[in-house]
DNA sequence: TTTTAGCACTCTCACCTTGAGAGTGCTAAT
DNA sequence: ATTAGCACTCTCAAGGTGAGAGTGCTAAAA
């Protein structure tokens, strides 16, 4: 659609914008990229780039700036093209920071984020493991003061879960040790979407083992059980937020309040995890208006099909795509890796 | 030492500078408050609280601002010649709140932080309480996955920490609840402090009970029963990073800094629990120059002289002290109320 | 001795003007 | 299709100006 000559301009423009968030002008593409034709072509073909959509200009006689259509268009290539792997230093960095803290997920997750937040200078979020896709493992429900109980969750994935639930106080210790004893037993190595749909369709028929317990064990299985989504763990909010882009007061505290809102981030992560692969969100694309400045690459993880959790980067829409791509794609495929065994 | 006039005098200008973060000009203190003379005598006393380091100008011919030890001064008296109780309405707002998540020390403590910013429109500091004072009530050693076991730790107060252990392969989950088995017979209702000092004299004698674990069973206790400090919860750090203290970039980037910096955070309430009831740090009084424009109004809550955490609200110097006082003070009396049953 | 009126002085801030610099669009020539 | 040239536009930093606010000092009044 764009022809070879146009698409170069296209992407100098957006590579000089990327790594000083100036407005690029014709004279400078001119000199630092060499097309072999004056500037006054160049103006040319940029003025036909504005037409398209692809680029703005800030003010009259500033340089131009790529809008969001421009990027998208710079983003498709790339994903349609290929793009490169990760830096080989970079990877080795990762790989090594999490060999040993792989056994606790918190951690884990906690170091995953910082990992890519560092590498990338932008918003590292990582998603650990949503529990309901877990593997249960066995649960532990100890009897607390009066009427509550705690209840701890572990997963073959390494997620330990804890909560503290009220129950009727006539429940004994010896009570709850029957409730966990059935589950451990009858239920272990499901996921845990497993053993909700079966523990309910089972209960009935199983009578004989709960007995009179039937009724308040419904309630107490369906707490445990139930948990929306996987922990999520951010790093490098001031990164993002002291960059250029951001330079007004008002524009850090929309973006601020709106990552820390649980609910924005909850339906991003939500929307994303629909999907396969490696996605790209470019500033007005998402839903927030509070976001409409960022752009968001992000991927799950997770094997065959079972999606686990989510990683991103967020950033501005001036953002280093191509490398934001190459790292999301391979720590996607890193933890895809580590939790397939 | 400041005669009463003077005295009323610094009082009205912190004052209006709280209320309203611009300097004091005599002519405006004239009128506001009543003092019944005229403004070049306001003049002439103002010139005096300066000389005194009570006031400042930001430039000649400028109203005053107070300083950091006008502040003191103003907030020693009110620390000396007492405070009044918290408005009656955030008090019942306030225990409302709590009243149903008594038992979820994490809620808990995350909505103490919560209402502590939200009634303040400061940030609200809740540090749950120390594991190490906390009284033990059991533990829960579950074998992981290879080298790893899960050790889930349960306090009377409410508290539960899980971590993730390395082991010798070789436990068997029998071993583990040996482990566990000792230390809930013998240990429970004992402070965690008490426990390890006790733990480790006697282990040596009851070399019986654990005979060829023991070795290893020194290591896992040592492991399970090491935490250092309590969850520290915060919110609200947006409140006080828009204030017009606050307006330029730079420093809201230095006070966030410090602010998610969890080794100065630790350093600060490690400092604040030497000392028992309210206390107020204003300005340059903390080490921490990032912090040098804030003002820290904390308090300890703890039961009979044991004190288990840390309550805090962090403000500007221009932070309304009474109202911030008497709000620390109530809080963490509810605290020290809650946890002594 | 304390208080006050009056006034000169100082400093900031918002507003304006101005000129340099950067970049454009258009036109006519190549 | 490309280019040189030029008029035009817009921003931005620098400098100038005047209103406004507030002070310090002095001399007189209480």
């Given at each position: 659609?764009?022809?070879e000559?146009?698409?170069?301009?296209?992407?100098?423009?957006?590579?000089?914008?990327?790594?000083?968030p100036?407005?690029v002008?014709?004279r400078?593409?001119?000199k630092?990229?060499?097309?072999?034709?004056?500037?006054?072509?160049?103006?040319n073909?940029?003025a036909?780039?504005?037409?398209?959509?692809?680029?703005?200009?800030?003010?009259?006689?500033?340089?131009?700036v790529?809008?969001?259509r421009?990027?998208?268009?710079?983003?498709?290539?790339?994903?349609?093209?290929?793009y490169?792997?990760?830096?080989?230093?970079?990877?080795?960095?990762?790989?090594?920071?999490?060999?040993n803290?792989?056994?606790?997920?918190?951690?884990?997750?906690a170091?995953?984020?910082?990992?890519?937040?560092?590498?990338?200078?932008?918003?590292?979020?990582?998603?650990a493991?949503?529990?309901?896709v877990?593997?249960?493992?066995r649960?532990?429900?100890?009897?607390?003061?009066?009427?509550?109980?705690?209840?701890?969750?572990?997963?073959?994935?390494?997620?330990?879960?804890?909560?503290?639930?009220?129950?009727?106080?006539?429940f004994?210790q010896?009570?709850?040790?029957?409730?966990?004893?059935?589950?451990?037993?009858?239920?272990?190595?499901?996921?845990?979407?497993?053993?909700?749909?079966?523990?309910?369709k089972?209960?009935r028929?199983?009578?004989?083992?709960?007995?009179?317990?039937?009724?308040?064990?419904?309630k107490?299985?369906?707490?445990?059980?139930?948990?929306?989504?996987?922990e999520?763990?951010?790093?490098?909010?001031?990164?993002?937020?002291?960059?250029?882009?951001?330079?007004d007061?008002?524009?850090?505290?929309?973006?601020?309040?709106?990552?820390?809102?649980?609910?924005?981030?909850?339906?991003?992560?939500?929307?994303?995890?629909?999907?396969?692969?490696v996605q790209?969100?470019?500033?007005?694309?998402?839903?927030?208006?509070?976001?409409?400045?960022c752009?968001?690459?992000?991927?799950?993880?997770?094997?065959?099909?079972?999606?686990?959790?989510?990683?991103a980067?967020?950033?501005?829409?001036?953002?280093?795509?191509?490398?934001?791509?190459?790292?999301v794609?391979?720590?996607?495929?890193?933890?895809?890796?580590?939790f397939?065994?």
């Amino acid at each position: 659609m764009l022809d070879e000559r146009t698409k170069k301009i296209l992407y100098a423009v957006i590579h000089s914008y990327i790594n000083n968030p100036e407005p690029v002008g014709s004279r400078y593409v001119t000199k630092k990229y060499d097309f072999g034709v004056s500037s006054a072509t160049i103006r040319n073909i940029m003025a036909d780039l504005e037409e398209l959509g692809f680029l703005t200009q800030p003010h009259t006689s500033a340089g131009r700036v790529p809008t969001d259509r421009g990027y998208r268009y710079f983003v498709d290539s790339i994903l349609k093209e290929g793009y490169g792997h990760l830096d080989e230093d970079l990877a080795t960095t990762f790989l090594s920071r999490l060999q040993n803290i792989r056994d606790d997920i918190d951690a884990y997750f906690a170091e995953v984020s910082a990992l890519l937040s560092r590498m990338s200078n932008y918003m590292g979020i990582a998603q650990a493991p949503k529990p309901d896709v877990s593997t249960f493992k066995r649960i532990e429900l100890i009897r607390y003061r009066g009427e509550s109980i705690a209840a701890v969750l572990f997963t073959n994935e390494g997620l330990i879960k804890h909560r503290v639930i009220q129950v009727d106080p006539l429940f004994t210790q010896k009570d709850l040790n029957r409730l966990s004893d059935y589950l451990n037993k009858e239920y272990a190595g499901l996921s845990i979407d497993e053993v909700k749909s079966l523990l309910f369709k089972r209960l009935r028929f199983d009578k004989v083992v709960l007995d009179r317990l039937l009724d308040k064990a419904f309630k107490i299985y369906e707490q445990i059980l139930s948990f929306s989504e996987g922990e999520i763990y951010m790093e490098g909010l001031l990164d993002v937020l002291t960059l250029p882009d951001f330079a007004d007061i008002s524009k850090i505290k929309q973006i601020y309040k709106a990552i820390k809102d649980k609910h924005i981030m909850l339906k991003i992560i939500d929307s994303i995890s629909k999907t396969d692969g490696v996605q790209v969100i470019i500033g007005r694309e998402n839903e927030f208006e509070e976001l409409s400045r960022c752009s968001i690459v992000a991927s799950t993880y997770g094997h065959s099909g079972k999606k686990m959790g989510v990683i991103a980067l967020i950033g501005p829409t001036r953002m280093d795509y191509s490398k934001a791509i190459s790292m999301v794609d391979f720590v996607s495929n890193c933890l895809t890796k580590t939790f397939s065994e």
